[in-house]
């Protein structure tokens, strides 16, 4: 895996300081050539569309960086569905220009192949659904999803005539996706593939006459890498390009598998040739992997030393926060005391607590190895796709900067379980020293401790142990020093008030963590106020149970506030991950649709029921209106029955024409809902407060004779 890769997962995992910029979206919908099909297809092809916003993409199946985008089928009885017939990949960029990976921009359509089932009937529609994934990027990256669905109608047995084989600009723009599909390479052509050396490949050409545009290779095996340039030259009338072979991939690759293309709108070639070595280019040793070294694996020694500096470093701030540092020259006079006036057996305690630092930080570290080796099968790094993991990380890291903060202590109750072991004489007192120092350390260290986290979890194995290792000496290391050097104690600056004034700054960095924490499960939840506002509430209480937990249940409170307190702290912690808790939306076809005078004159020519919802972001009755009535599936199925029209005035943002028309109902606020019913010359208003009962009551209500 490329070292890109790897910072873009721990970039999603940690985003201490992300940017803050207007969320991203890309919209999802299936779309076919026609709305019908002759029932003796052997095959239909229907099209998955994406439309980006500007400035972002989603990714080709071999992405570089990022994940490929995947749908899966809901399809009627008998229908099979092949996989995505992939167009040729753009390389995309981020916004400073930095290439990003393959993928695609702007709108784009990635066709399937659909199999119905023998005998079909005709005249009978029928209705496909899919769940799609993807990951979209611009300077950041954030996963999205849609649930899609597209009904068709087979027609009488006969051929599709060319003339007629479509019948909308999105069925046009997918029959054009289909002819520009990547296709073999022209008969006339001589492609080979030649090993030059242990890490480039040759990729050369020779054409009747001049290739139609600048060439460049996509490999769709993670064989080339994607980053590097590709010279392009000509020698003896054939087009050549060099391409690297990456660290992270097979050292000696027998085939190259991808698409070529040649300019932007120029055509693309599906390639699968095998590798050849050129005489004297490629050795035994380059065949197991074994290559000299290269400016690139000097370049990563450089990387590695520089994290294992910061961890390093890390580990020394640990030493100042305020449940560490008051015990320092206790804990090395408490050597001197055990080891009486011999150098020796102080520094042997010295060396003995650094030991049990050590072990703890390996135990640490040996945990999240474990976790990673299950991850990589899960796809970790992506935790972050998952709504409930982003509540549960907002809600920890929250919880972590109210202890910061002061709200309450962790460590306080570690010290005093682990008394008992630290306080055993000899070298088992010191090792479980340097065990309860990690222990007590790592709570009130997050801002220092998440970087480790996450580097375990990206990095490889060894790299990740020798992360921790860092760590661990850097905490250790001033203990280790003052078991060398007693008399240094003295020297140490004086506890006080300016120990707690650090751990409270330290706090914001996690706040911050947290808001963009919400900010990524806003885009996950979509337009869903609703479940946005429940969100930031149920933090809410979770803050509230944390400060009813540090304000009773404190050291050596009485039994009953200590009670009130765990308990208290228990229901409103419950309280509020129930509340909370992201949940799927419930399927629905609804569609709302902006609200405006001739929307209403419309859907009124039209004969159709039409509900009108003025709204507002800001309008907790709103929110709560739309959970409760569109929460009932009966509304829902309603809804759909009675093909209702649904339109929203959105009031978030001033608006001259939404204002008008409820001062024309003698209103001046929100919520305020109307239904228009066919037959009836004036709409039905609803009341403030709504029920599903309420709403299924006007909907279902019949005109006065």
């Not at 990256?141 to 999105?170: F, I, Q, R």
């Not at 330290?506 to 990524?520: C, I, N």
């Not at 106020?529 to 969100?535: G, M, N, P, R, S």
Request: hydrophobic content about 50%; proline content about 9%.
């Amino acid at each position: 895996m490329p070292f890109r890769a790897l910072f873009l997962r721990l970039a999603l995992l940690l985003a201490l300081l992300a940017p803050a910029v207007a969320p991203a979206q890309v919209e999802a919908s299936l779309v076919a050539l026609k709305s019908s099909f002759p029932a003796d297809s052997a095959k239909i092809t229907v099209g998955l569309r994406l439309d980006h916003e500007p400035k972002w993409h989603t990714y080709w199946v071999e992405p570089g960086t990022g994940l490929p985008t995947t749908i899966k089928w809901e399809l009627p009885a008998g229908w099979t569905a092949g996989p995505i017939r992939w167009p040729a990949p753009l390389r995309v960029f981020d916004t400073s220009g930095n290439l990003a990976g393959n993928g695609y921009e702007g709108v784009t359509y990635l066709p399937i192949e659909l199999t119905p089932p023998a005998n079909l009937a005709p005249d009978t529609p029928v209705t496909f659904r899919a769940k799609v994934e993807w990951l979209m990027c611009k300077d950041i990256c954030k996963p999205g999803s849609a649930e899609v669905a597209l009904t068709l109608t087979p027609t009488a047995p006969g051929a599709m005539t060319t003339a007629n084989v479509t019948d909308s600009p999105d069925g046009e723009a997918l029959l054009a996706t289909l002819e520009a599909l990547p296709t073999p390479l022209p008969a006339d052509w001589q492609a080979t593939v030649i090993r030059t050396a242990p890490k480039t490949v040759r990729l050369s050409f020779l054409t009747a006459s001049a290739p139609p545009g600048e060439p460049w290779y996509f490999d769709a095996r993670a064989a080339i890498d994607y980053e590097k340039p590709q010279p392009r030259s000509t020698d003896a009338g054939r087009t050549v390009i060099e391409l690297t072979i990456p660290d992270y991939a097979d050292p000696a690759p027998v085939r190259l598998t991808g698409v070529v293309t040649f300019a932007k709108a120029g055509p693309a070639y599906d390639l699968d040739l095998p590798i050849t070595d050129a005489p004297g280019a490629a050795t035994s040793s380059s065949r197991f992997g074994v290559t000299p070294a290269t400016s690139e694996s000097a370049t990563a020694v450089t990387s590695l030393l520089g994290t294992l500096v910061f961890a390093f470093i890390g580990g020394l701030i640990l030493n100042l926060m305020p449940c560490v540092f008051p015990v320092l020259g206790i804990k090395i006079l408490g050597f001197v005391n055990q080891a009486g006036s011999d150098r020796r057996k102080v520094t042997l305690h010295g060396l003995t607590f650094a030991a049990g630092v050590l072990a703890s930080f390996w135990a640490l570290a040996g945990v999240l190895a474990i976790l990673r080796a299950g991850g990589d099968q899960l796809g970790w790094g992506f935790q972050l796709q998952s709504p409930a993991f982003v509540f549960i990380l907002a809600a920890v890291m929250l919880v972590f900067a109210l202890s910061m903060s002061g709200v309450f202590e962790f460590g306080l109750r570690a010290t005093a379980v682990g008394s008992g072991l630290q306080n055993k004489e000899g070298l088992t007192g010191s090792f479980f020293t340097g065990v309860l120092a990690t222990v007590v350390a790592t709570p009130c260290s997050a801002p220092f401790l998440a970087p480790a986290l996450g580097a375990a979890l990206a990095l490889p194995v060894v790299e990740s142990f020798a992360v921790f290792t860092a760590i661990a000496v850097g905490l250790a290391l001033p203990y280790l020093l003052l078991s060398l050097f007693p008399q240094a104690v003295k020297a140490l600056p004086r506890p006080g008030a300016w120990m707690e004034t650090f751990k409270q700054a330290m706090a914001f960095p996690l706040y911050a963590t947290v808001g963009y924490l919400v900010w990524v499960l806003a885009g996950q939840l979509g337009n869903n106020d609703t479940a946005l506002l429940a969100v930031l509430l149920g933090l809410t209480l979770i803050a509230f149970a944390t400060w009813l937990y540090g304000r009773y249940a404190t050291f050596g409170a009485t039994p009953t506030r200590t009670r009130i307190g765990i308990l208290g702290g228990i229901t409103l912690l419950a309280l509020g991950t129930w509340l909370g808790w992201p949940r799927p939306a419930a399927p629905t076809d609804i569609v709302w649709q902006p609200w405006s005078a001739e929307a209403v004159a419309a859907a009124v020519a039209d004969n159709k029921p039409i509900y009108v919802d003025f709204t507002a972001r800001w309008c907790f009755t709103c929110q709560t209106n739309k959970k409760v009535v569109f929460s009932s599936a009966e509304v829902l199925q309603t809804f759909r029955d009675k093909e209702v029209v649904t339109l929203r005035a959105d009031w978030t943002d001033e608006d001259p024409k939404i204002t008008a028309e409820l001062a024309r109902w003698n209103r001046s606020a929100v919520p305020f809902n109307l239904i228009y019913l066919p037959g009836r010359p004036t709409p039905q208003i609803l009341p403030e407060l709504l029920t599903p009962g309420i709403v299924l009551d006007a909907l279902n209500s019949t005109p006065a004779p």
